[in-house]
């Protein structure tokens, strides 16, 4: 049985499929298996893959009847993962040639559930590197309420390693078509693993790729809505609301607040959104919060009311986050 299992989604990516497959297969680290999960491709992905698959044993082909989207591919290859480890690796994307020896030999001399690298984004339009640090938050952090408190570099997947019961022992898999990194990272933290994070950069992360489903949803920040809506579920199902209540709505204004930064202000979607999250967010009292946590969410609410004020928050966090890298985390 091999140590890791590679977890790869594959729909419509041919432009850059060998290029993913070409930086998995020639890994420093050789006991894997790559569990690729193909979504019902209409280009010649299937035909590549079958190609890599002729070569490389290590390649296990499965077909999903439907196209049933990205967390439904993820969550079939976690269920036919047999090795006592789990990354993911998204198919348009490509991996440091020690990037399995680097992380296994991490988790296993730390002996933690989850163990976190830092990455490297390259821009599809631009041809521009960028290296995505944690912050100093991130890394010094107590709590693992601490690191659900940053919507962005915090909840990325692929560029860690999991390991496989802990995963299965506390029912986690993706749920959502969107932000669904987010609601899954958040959901790893309530079940409060032990998580070490540096930033040495082994995962490329390919953005501003016209054709994939983060380009296309990126400006359509009600997506927030439904991220929150099913974080503040998942709270209350597990009746952990009043203990995460403050650290929720920290949460939440920062995510609304990051959204907003993603393109130009617009007064009345900004608006659309602040309704919508503070109709099902404070559709009942919560008496049984400490003062501190209503003085928070009483802070929050006042937010949700004043929709200009967003506008200045996030024109603020805009430049906090080309100023000063401590804030790389937003």
């Known amino acids: 049985m091999a140590q890791v299992s590679i977890i790869l989604p594959v729909y419509n990516v041919e ?7 070409d930086s998995i297969t020639n890994q420093t680290f050789k006991d894997f298996e790559i569990l690729v999960i193909n979504d019902c491709s209409l280009d010649n992905s299937l035909q590549i893959i079958k190609e890599y698959q002729q070569k490389d044993s ?3 082909l499965f077909n999903m009847p439907t196209n049933r989207g990205l967390s439904n591919a993820r ?9 006592k480890y789990i990354v993911f690796v998204d198919s348009d994307d490509w991996v440091r040639k020690d990037y399995l020896e680097f992380l296994f030999n991490n988790i296993e001399k730390r002996d933690c559930d989850v ?12 041809s521009k590197y960028t290296h995505n640090k ?3 938050l991130t890394l010094k952090a107590k709590s693992n309420k601490t690191l659900i408190l940053f919507p962005s570099i915090n909840c990325t997947i692929w560029n860690k390693i999991y390991k496989r019961d802990f995963l299965l022992k506390n029912n986690l898999f993706f749920v959502l078509k969107t932000c669904e990194d987010c609601l899954f990272f958040y959901k790893l933290m309530l079940c409060k693993p032990k998580i070490i994070f540096t930033n040495e950069p082994i995962y490329f992360y390919r ?4 054709e994939s489903l983060t380009y296309s949803l990126y400006l359509k920040t009600h997506n927030i809505i439904i991220l929150l809506k099913e974080i503040y579920n998942t709270l209350n199902e597990k009746n952990i609301y009043a203990e995460y209540c403050k650290v929720f709505h920290i949460y939440a204004f920062v995510n609304i607040a990051y959204g907003l930064t993603c393109g130009s202000f ?9 309704f919508s999250v503070k109709r099902f967010l404070f559709s009942d009292a919560h008496n049984e919060i400490s003062m501190s946590d209503k003085f928070v969410t009483s802070s929050f609410k006042f937010f949700l009311n004043h929709a200009q004020l967003y506008k200045i928050t996030a024109f603020t966090l805009k430049i906090i986050r080309r100023l000063l890298s401590v804030f790389d985390a937003f």
Do not use: D, M, V, W
């Not at 830092?118 to 339009?125: A, D, R, T, V």
């Not at 953005?207 to 016209?210: L, T, W």
């Not at 617009?266 to 602040?274: A, E």
């Open 207 to 210: 953005i501003a790729r016209k």
């Open 58 to 60: 290590r390649i296990i």
């Open 266 to 274: 617009s007064l009345k979607r900004t608006k659309y959104i602040l």
């Open 75 to 83: 969550n079939e290859g976690i269920k036919l993962a047999k090795s």
């Open 134 to 136: 944690y912050s100093h």
């Open 115 to 126: 163990f976190s690298a830092g990455f490297i984004s390259y821009n599809n339009q631009t």
């Open 15 to 21: 432009p850059y499929l060998r290029q993913c497959l």
